[in-house]
């Protein structure tokens, strides 16, 4: 179910590090190096798989670019915030 914008930015307050934005959720991390950007979006796809939910993502060097959306629902929903969880603790957030 498509969550209100009123309660995306209410959950929005669990995550800091994110923003909302042209019906999704998005974030920006910066890394160290290339490899650590891959290693980590390895990480995120084996959730994401799980999850069966797939982020919408970039890779430049050292930056990773998530957005999250729910394709069905044309919009965000909980499975987003769900993901934007799981993604918050394997960077260690």
Not at 17 to 28: F, G, L, P, Q, S
């Amino acid at each position: 179910m498509k969550l209100t914008e009123a309660q995306i930015l209410d959950n929005l307050k669990d995550f800091p590090n994110w923003e909302y934005d042209d019906n999704a959720i998005h974030t920006v991390i910066e890394f160290e190096n290339f490899k650590e950007v891959f290693a980590t979006m390895t990480r995120i796809a084996f959730e994401a798989e799980e999850q069966q939910h797939h982020p919408e993502w970039s890779n430049v060097y050292n930056e990773l670019s998530i957005s999250l959306s729910t394709h069905e629902a044309d919009g965000v929903t909980e499975k987003d915030f769900k993901l934007a969880a799981s993604i918050e603790a394997i960077l260690g957030n």
